[in-house]
């Protein structure tokens, strides 16, 4: 008989990733999937997200507060059978999917459990023929647990941009203690606490996930990582861009803010014919942070929104590139028609790091031409770059910072003049890093030498 021929085990080709977002009301579990949608789709992953399917029973007209003993039981149980049957149509399509595929379920099975005594909770798995290791353990891969605001940052903590939420303080940190605790015996459970100010929460969680995928994406999520920005002086053909990159369809409209200081605005982005759509909020400066709350809307959502858009801001439209080089992703805005002639041919770079100047400068990719480090010149911001008239005739409009606080009047008039002087100087000047400072520097130790 012939020896069977022992082979090395294959690696799969696809990663199908299960993540349950849990953990108390105003946590950040929306504005996270946002987040992580955005960041996986530009890596070229498929991204699934499984709505709430509390909230999607509640909107009907179920208030959880006026059930009775009863009722509730009954509740819950409609509510894992549900949401099993939700999350099973998009774990379906994943496995039909070529991608590596990410699922984000706002909320699991065990959260039901939260609400509810042991025994009550053992009868529904009866009634079910469920187990909790079957519908914990060996359902998901990740829990990551947000914690509420109401829990060291109770001045961030609200119940305005969730329709469903109506809990104060006190009955907040409940839920977020009996969230965590339904989750405790799951393998691979992370706590995302609010030691840190709202970017850096996202940031962790972001991270968190990443490293449970094995991706490789340098120090982009590292928790003193800033944000950088820089112009590029032109791009090659895509057939000659030397690297694998993702390309997005992205358009953004600026809408009238009802609340002073408030900046709303909708974004379109298109891959291959599909679009998501995001609505965001950025809410002023409050003790040196400031937030930016994320949501992803339905395509009949973002019509009624653009309804209300402000005309005082022309749209965006911009192709967005999105890439890896030496384990650091990078983005590219290459801006496109129509657009304001201070966007024409604008193209920035952005990245997270946690290097300072002159090392970034050294690790930038070669193959870009770039001309300027931009970094928190508000002359580059979307906001200012979208405003319709010309700055100085609208200095009023322009942006320079963010504040929840009165400010003395110079403090706030900000020179729109200058910024248009740093703006075109940038458009016309032909210098360019050279961004192997390393290398040049050995070339020159070389030619001395031989001198």
């Known amino acids: 008989m012939k020896d069977l021929e022992v082979k090395d085990p294959i690696a799969p080709t696809k990663r199908i990733h299960k993540l349950v977002l849990t953990g108390g009301p105003c946590g950040g579990k929306t504005t996270g999937q946002a987040h992580l949608a955005t960041f996986f789709e530009s890596l070229g992953w498929k991204v699934f997200r499984v709505p709430e399917t509390a909230t999607v029973l509640m909107s009907g007209g179920i208030s959880f507060g006026e059930l009775n003993e009863e009722q509730i039981l009954d509740f819950q149980e409609h509510l894992v059978a549900t949401m099993m049957a939700l999350e099973d149509t998009y774990f379906s399509m994943a496995e039909k999917c070529a991608q590596n595929v990410l699922i984000i379920a706002d909320r699991g099975t065990m959260d039901a459990s939260a609400f509810i005594s042991r025994e009550a909770w053992e009868k529904i798995l009866t009634k079910l ?52 605790e339904a989750w405790r015996d799951h393998p691979y459970v992370d706590i995302i606490d609010n030691r840190s100010d709202f970017d850096s929460k996202i940031n962790r969680l972001i991270d968190l996930v990443v490293k449970r995928t094995g991706i490789n994406v340098g120090d982009r999520f590292s928790a003193n ?19 694998k990159f993702t390309d997005f369809q992205v358009v953004h409209h600026y809408l009238h803010s009802a609340q002073k200081g408030f900046q709303t605005r909708l974004r379109k982005r298109v891959r291959n014919g599909r679009a998501t759509y995001t609505f965001t909020v ?32 022309l749209p965006i439209f911009k192709t967005r590139r999105s890439f890896l080089y030496e384990n650091q992703q990078y983005q ?33 990719p070669p193959f870009l031409k770039i001309k300027k480090n931009l970094t928190g010149d508000p002359a580059f911001s979307m906001y200012n770059l979208s405003i ?51 290398e040049r520097q050995a070339s020159e130790s070389d030619s001395v030498a031989s001198l």
């Open 129 to 180: 023929g469920l187990e909790d290791i079957e519908i914990s353990d060996n359902r998901y891969n990740h829990i990551v647990h947000m914690q509420s605001a109401a829990i060291g940052a109770e001045k961030f903590y609200t119940t305005e941009d969730h329709a469903a939420r109506f809990e104060g303080i006190e009955l907040a940190r409940d839920r977020d203690n009996r969230a965590m």
């Open 225 to 243: 990582a800033r944000k950088v920005k820089f112009v590029i002086s032109g791009i090659c053909p895509d057939s000659d861009f030397p690297v």
């Open 282 to 313: 950025r809410k002023p400066e409050l003790q040196g942070q400031t937030v930016e709350v994320k949501q992803p809307i339905s395509q009949r959502d973002y019509n009624n929104l653009l309804a209300h858009r402000d005309d005082n801001h």
């Open 332 to 364: 590219l805005d290459i801006y496109r028609a129509p657009c304001h002639s201070r966007c024409k041919n604008l193209i920035l770079l952005e990245t997270f790091t946690t290097s300072n100047d002159d090392e970034l400068v050294d690790s930038l």
């Open 388 to 438: 319709r008239s010309d700055w100085e005739e609208s200095a009023e409009q322009f942006c320079h910072k963010l504040s929840s606080d009165d400010e003395e009047e110079e403090e706030n008039v900000y020179d729109v003049r200058k910024a248009h002087e740093r703006l075109v100087h940038v458009s016309e000047e032909n210098t360019v890093f050279d961004v192997r400072r390393n």
